[in-house]
C-alpha cells in the first residue's frame, strides 16, 4: 500500500491534517460562538471575544480563560535550582526522593502521642509536626511523647501558639536526653506570634520571640524558628493572593526581626520555613507554590542575598476550610487531589490530613491512609520523577503569573500599612479576608461552588461519624476555621437533633404533577436540594391535578409541598395547584423552576432552581418544620432523597 507523503519532504510519514481546516485561535472562536449562539448567550457577548462567556472569574479580579495558547508569551520561567526558583531549587527535582512526608498530630496524651508517633515513622513518614502546649500536649510532656523517635533523622516541627518558649525548651530538651549534638539538631520550633495573635484578636508582638530564637540558634545551625503560615488566610475564607501576600509579609516580618535580634539576612532567611494550604483546586496550588517560591526569591534579592542562599522551605499542608464533616469519606478524593498538587507544585514538605479530621481527633485508619496516600504517589504514581511537571503548561504558566501579581500586589498593600504586624493588630488583614469570605459563602450558598456529598448529592441515611474532640482544633472567633460545608451542614445537624429526638427527620411533600417523564427531572433536583439541609421528601407518584395534589398532601402530614414538573405541565396547573396546596393546609409552597409572577401571586412562596439562594431557602423550611409535630411515618419517607 503506497502511504501518502506528509507535509515535511522525505520522512515517509502519513500527513493526517491532510484535508482538515488550519487550527487557529480565530476558527476556534467561530466555533465557540456557534455553539453559544444555540445555548442562548446573547449576541452582544458574542461579538468579539465569545470566550469570555466561558471564563471564570477568580476571589483575586483575574479571569481564568477557557483556552490559553502561546501569545501573550509567559515570562521566562527560568530553570530549576537557579532563580528566580519558580521551577523548584533543586536541578534535579524531587527525582531520587520525592518530598518530605510531614504527619500532623494534635493528641494531648502523650502515651497515645507516643505510639501514633512510632507507627507514623515506621510506615513512610519522614517529620512530624506536634500540636505543643494550649489544649494540646503539654510541653512537659513531650519528651515522654518522643521517646522512640531518633530525633537526629527525623525532625519534629511544632506548633507552639502562645507556649512557644516552653515548647520550644522541652524540644530542645528532649534532643539533649537523646543524645542529639546541638550541631546535627535539624528540627523546627515553629514559633509564629502573627498566626497568634491573629487567631487571639490581639496585637503581636515579634521581637520578643526572635530575640529568644536568636539565643537557641547559637550552636545549631540546623534549628528552625519562625514559620511564616498563610493557611491562616486559607482557613480563614481569603483568597490565593491574599495567602500569598500574608505568607511574603509574615516572612519578610520575620526576616527583619531575626536580623534585628543578631542574624544576618542569609542565616535569618535559612531558619524560616512557609506554610501554604493545598486544596482539590489543582492548578491553583500549582500555581500557588509555583508563584510563592518567586516572590520570595524577589524579597531576598531586594535584601542583598546571593542567589544561592534564596532558598524557601515550602511546606503544603491539606486545605482544613475544604473538609466536610459529612460523607467525610469524600475528603480522601479531595486530599489526593490536594497532595498531587503540592506535589507537582514543587512543595518540599507535604501533610495530607486524615479524612475524619473535621469530625475530631483522626482515628489510626485514617492516619493510615493519609499517610498511604502520599506514598502512593510517590512510590507507584512515580509523580516526583518528573522535574517541574506543569512547566510550560500556557495554562499554568499564565496563572503562576497572575498570582504572583495579585499576590504581590496584596504584600504591598499590607507593607505599604506598616507590615504584617500592623496589618494583623490594626484588623486590616482581617478586613480584606472577610471581604473575600462574603463573596465565597454567597457562592457556596447559592451552590455555585459545589460541595459533593454536601451541598450536592447529600446522603440523609449516612452513618455520622463520631470521633474525640480534638483538644487542638481552632475554635477562635477572630481568625476562625470557615470550612466551606459549614452552613449546611448546620441544617443537617438541626434535621439530625430532631430526628433523634422525635424518631421523625423533618420532610416535604413534592407535589409531582403529570406524568414521570414531566416531573422526575424536576423532582430530583428538589429531592437533592431539600436533602442538602437535612429534609427528607414524600413522594406520592404522578398526580393529575390540584385535587389530586391537595388530598395526597393532606394525607401525608406534612407543612411544606415542592411542586414539581415541566414548564409545560405548571403553565396548566401550578396556579390551580399551588391554591389547593394552601387550602389543604401547606405553610410553604415551594415550585421547583425559574420565579414566575403569576405563580407567586398563586400562593408559591419561592422558587427551588439552580443559582437560588440555597442556604436562605432551606433555612426558612428548617424553620417551619421544627417548629411542626414530626409528620407520621410513611413508606415513601425519604424515597428519593
Same mark, same amino acid.
Given at each position: ?30 466555533? &465557540? ?123 519534629? &516541627? ?99 526581626? $531575626? ?73 480522601? $478524593? ?9 506535589? &507537582? ?87 480584606? &479576608? ?56 448546620? $441544617? ?150
Amino acid at each position: 500500500m503506497d502511504v501518502p507523503e506528509s507535509g515535511a519532504a522525505g520522512t515517509g510519514a502519513p500527513n493526517l491534517a491532510e484535508g482538515f481546516p488550519e487550527a487557529t485561535p480565530q476558527r476556534w472562536r467561530e466555533l &465557540v460562538a456557534g455553539v453559544l449562539r444555540k445555548s442562548g448567550v446573547p449576541e452582544e457577548k458574542l461579538a468579539d471575544t465569545p470566550e469570555s462567556a466561558l471564563a471564570t472569574h477568580t476571589y483575586d479580579g483575574f479571569d481564568i480563560e477557557p483556552l490559553y495558547t502561546a501569545e501573550p508569551p509567559a515570562a521566562d520561567p527560568g530553570f530549576p535550582g537557579l532563580p528566580p526558583f519558580t521551577r523548584g531549587y533543586r536541578p534535579g527535582g524531587g527525582v531520587t526522593d520525592g518530598w518530605d512526608i510531614r504527619a500532623r498530630h494534635t493528641d494531648a496524651d502523650p502515651a497515645v502521642l507516643r505510639r501514633r508517633l512510632h507507627a507514623d515513622l515506621m510506615n513512610g513518614v519522614g517529620s512530624l509536626w506536634i500540636a505543643v502546649g494550649g489544649a494540646g500536649l503539654p510541653p512537659s510532656s513531650l519528651g515522654e511523647a518522643l521517646t522512640d523517635v531518633y530525633l537526629d533523622l527525623a525532625p519534629v &516541627v511544632l506548633d507552639p501558639g502562645a507556649d512557644h518558649a516552653d515548647a520550644a525548651t522541652a524540644l530542645l530538651r528532649a534532643h539533649a536526653d537523646a543524645g542529639v549534638p546541638d550541631g546535627r539538631v535539624v528540627s523546627h520550633l515553629g514559633i509564629d506570634p502573627l498566626t497568634t495573635a491573629a487567631r487571639a484578636g490581639e496585637r503581636p508582638d515579634v521581637m520578643d520571640p526572635a530575640r529568644f530564637a536568636v539565643e537557641l540558634a547559637e550552636g545549631r545551625p540546623g534549628l528552625g524558628l519562625f514559620v511564616a503560615d498563610g493557611t491562616l488566610v486559607h482557613n480563614a475564607g481569603g483568597s490565593e493572593a491574599q495567602e500569598l501576600g500574608f505568607a511574603i509579609a509574615a516572612g519578610t516580618a520575620y526576616l527583619r526581626a $531575626l536580623h534585628a535580634a543578631g542574624l544576618d539576612v542569609a542565616g535569618a532567611a535559612s531558619r524560616i520555613g512557609f506554610r501554604l494550604a493545598a486544596n482539590a483546586d489543582q492548578f491553583s496550588v500549582i500555581a500557588k507554590l509555583r508563584a510563592v517560591r518567586g516572590m520570595w526569591n524577589q524579597v531576598l534579592a531586594a535584601a542583598g542575598v546571593p542567589g544561592d542562599q534564596r532558598r524557601m522551605s515550602l511546606h503544603a499542608a491539606t486545605s482544613e476550610a475544604m473538609m466536610t464533616r459529612r460523607d467525610a469519606h469524600v475528603n480522601m $478524593l479531595r486530599t489526593t487531589v490536594a497532595c498531587f498538587a503540592a506535589g &507537582v507544585g514543587g512543595a518540599d514538605a507535604v501533610t495530607v490530613a486524615p479524612f475524619d479530621s473535621a469530625v475530631g481527633l483522626p482515628d489510626d485508619f485514617a492516619r493510615r491512609i493519609a499517610r498511604n496516600t502520599q506514598s502512593l504517589l510517590i512510590e507507584e504514581s512515580h509523580l516526583a520523577r518528573v522535574i517541574d511537571p506543569a512547566g510550560g503548561s500556557f495554562y499554568v504558566e499564565a496563572l503562576t503569573r497572575d498570582l504572583y501579581r495579585t499576590g504581590w500586589e496584596f504584600f504591598q498593600e499590607l507593607e505599604a500599612a506598616g507590615g504584617a504586624a500592623e496589618a494583623v493588630g490594626d484588623g486590616l488583614l482581617r478586613e480584606r &479576608v472577610d471581604q473575600v469570605w462574603e463573596r465565597r459563602r454567597r457562592d457556596l450558598a447559592h451552590r455555585a461552588s459545589p460541595l459533593t456529598g454536601v451541598s450536592e448529592y447529600p446522603a440523609l441515611a449516612e452513618k455520622r461519624l463520631v470521633r474525640e474532640a480534638d483538644p487542638a482544633a481552632v475554635t477562635g472567633t477572630w481568625f476562625p476555621v470557615r470550612r466551606y460545608a459549614g452552613d449546611f451542614e448546620a $441544617l443537617r445537624d438541626r434535621g439530625d437533633a430532631r430526628e433523634d429526638a422525635t424518631g421523625s427527620r423533618p420532610t416535604a411533600f413534592l407535589a409531582t404533577l403529570g406524568p414521570v417523564a414531566a416531573h422526575t427531572a424536576r423532582a430530583s433536583f428538589a429531592a437533592n436540594l431539600l436533602a442538602a439541609g437535612g429534609v427528607a421528601v414524600e413522594e406520592p407518584g404522578p398526580l393529575a391535578d390540584a385535587h389530586d395534589a391537595a388530598v395526597a398532601f393532606a394525607a401525608s402530614g406534612c407543612r411544606v409541598a415542592v411542586i414539581c414538573s415541566s414548564d409545560r405541565v405548571y403553565a396548566e396547573h401550578a396556579e390551580s395547584v399551588a391554591r389547593a396546596l394552601r387550602g389543604a393546609g401547606a405553610r410553604r409552597v415551594l415550585l421547583a423552576g425559574p420565579p414566575r409572577d403569576a405563580y407567586r401571586e398563586a400562593g408559591v412562596d419561592a422558587f427551588a432552581h439552580r443559582g437560588c439562594d440555597a442556604v436562605a431557602l432551606l433555612t426558612d423550611l428548617v424553620d417551619v418544620l421544627a417548629s411542626e409535630p414530626p409528620a407520621p411515618p410513611t413508606t415513601a419517607q425519604g424515597a428519593h432523597a
